[in-house]
């Protein structure tokens, strides 16, 4: 089939290259030129594991393409999956403006189109979004009727940054939610391949899937962080207890991994989001408020434990080992690294920084500091003091050397580190 994809961040870049490699042609659309230029020179503008290869056999083999000319696009292709980002707005509501940006421009090409297409929402929105945003835009600006003229569906996305090819060829799930049959077997068709379970509902079920799949995740990261933070009192092994509680076949073993917290550009943005939506309808949330309110403060149990050890860190040198909300990203967004050195440098510390990708990333949010200093590897980062912070849980921080006569207070549960003079985990 052709298909257009219309932004490339992590999910248009990874659902276009996925669905190219699976033997369609398609067509990426953005707005930002570089991203264009390097996706069709075979260069992932994103760093993702595996998404470079696929993309340059793609490119080579002309299965995929990049352009800012969404009309050539639409025009040329019979499906159009909208994949442009949906930030947190004004007190946490989500912003809807590229959605509408791009559900104008479809609805323009589609009043000039005469075949049937079908438009598919796969940004995470709001439950609504999808049918009373998106279609009457699509409308208004073509002049046509969706279900007898164009289809329009929601068809979520639940992959994750690091394993995003993976986790998209290989799903644990499919859900389509279409406005109508025509539309939902149009998008059916081109999964029909994958082998797991498929639910085929209407789009606002749809939306408030992905939604319920992230909040909770969200609920289950604070409740062990907040098991973690009482074992720790107890001198109780917080790991010990997840293990436990992970093989209750109810409850499964992931996303039990105690820590500073939840990140990354999904996870708070869209528990904020479903909170707002919930507001609208005036229901105030009390679990998933509970779950947001603990990983605010998670992350500074790091600096308060040093400063528990060692008193006052005015002055002090402190490195910071890792900078990405999580291990396999230069994703930066939401990381709780940058709670912890705002923190340390609001605590008049030195603070040394370091990751193994994310470095650029975190100097275009974090800026430049006369107290900041970003190093190049971990083992320059703690040349320059005695106390670390381990923050994200990177596999070059599995080394033992780095953490030699060092204090260290670790975020994330990095075995290695217990080879410091002294080490203590944030909860446990
Ligand atoms: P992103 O910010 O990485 O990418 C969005 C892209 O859309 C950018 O390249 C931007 O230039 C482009 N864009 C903006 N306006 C445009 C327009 N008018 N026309 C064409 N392109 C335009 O976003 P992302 O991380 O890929 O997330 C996209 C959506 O998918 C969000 O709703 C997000 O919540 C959801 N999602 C993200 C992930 C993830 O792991 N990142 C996973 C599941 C769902
Ligand atoms: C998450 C979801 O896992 C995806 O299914 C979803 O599609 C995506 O959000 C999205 O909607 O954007 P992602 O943000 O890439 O994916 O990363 P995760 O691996 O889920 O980790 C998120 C955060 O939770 C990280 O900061 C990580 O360190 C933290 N985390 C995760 C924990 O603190 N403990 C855990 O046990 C697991």
């Not at 439950?127 to 998106?134: I, L």
């Not at 909040?215 to 962080?225: A, D």
Request: proline residues 4%.
């Amino acid at each position: 089939m052709n298909i257009s994809i219309i932004g490339t961040g992590y999910v248009g870049l990874v659902t276009g290259a996925c669905f190219a490699k699976l033997g369609h042609d398609v067509i990426c659309v953005d707005i930002n030129e570089d991203r264009i230029n390097d996706i069709n020179k075979g260069i992932a503008p994103i760093y993702e594991d595996k998404l470079d290869g696929i993309l340059k056999k793609c490119i080579k083999e002309g299965s995929l393409k990049a352009t800012a000319d969404i009309r050539h696009a639409v025009e040329n292709t019979s499906v159009s999956f909208i994949c442009v980002g949906t930030p947190s707005g004004l007190l946490g509501y989500i912003d809807l403006k590229y959605i509408d940006e791009v559900s104008k421009d479809i609805g323009t090409i589609l009043k000039d189109k005469d075949d049937y297409h079908v438009v598919v929402v796969k940004s995470t929105v709001v439950p609504g979004t999808t049918e009373h945003s998106v279609l009457p835009v699509l409308e208004k600006n073509s002049g046509k009727k969706a279900g007898r003229d164009f289809g329009v569906c929601m068809n979520p996305e639940f992959l994750r940054e690091g394993t995003a090819v993976d986790d998209f060829m290989y799903p644990d799930r499919m859900i389509i939610g279409g406005i109508d049959e025509r539309s939902t077997d149009a998008v059916f068709d081109l999964y029909k391949d994958f082998k797991c379970p498929t639910i085929k509902t209407d789009p606002k079920t749809a939306e408030m899937i992905k939604y319920a799949t992230n909040s909770f995740l969200v609920t289950k990261i604070s409740f062990i962080n907040e098991i973690g933070n009482i074992c720790k009192q107890l001198d109780i092994d917080v790991f010990e207890v997840s293990r436990g509680l992970g093989m209750d076949s109810r409850v499964s073993p992931k996303f039990l991994n105690a820590g500073i917290g939840f990140g990354g550009s999904c996870f708070p943005k869209d528990v904020k989001a479903l909170v707002g939506k919930a507001k609208e309808v005036y229901y105030r949330p009390i679990v998933l408020n509970a779950a947001l309110e603990l990983n605010e403060t998670q992350p500074l149990r790091l600096v308060e434990l040093l400063e528990r050890k060692i008193g006052s860190i005015k002055n002090e040198n402190v490195v910071v080992l890792g900078l990405a909300f999580k291990p396999g990203t230069d994703d930066m967004r939401e990381a709780p690294s940058i709670k912890v050195v705002q923190t340390l440098i609001k605590k008049e510390a030195n603070v040394f920084v370091t990751d193994p990708k994310a470095v650029g990333e975190a100097k275009k949010l974090m800026g430049e500091h006369e107290r900041l200093t970003y190093c190049n590897s971990s083992e320059d980062a703690v040349k320059n003091g005695k106390y670390i912070l381990i923050v994200t849980e990177w596999d070059e921080f599995r080394d033992k050397k780095l953490y030699k006569g060092k204090i260290v207070i670790d975020g994330r549960k990095i075995d290695e580190a217990m080879a410091a003079d002294y080490y203590e985990g944030v909860c446990w």
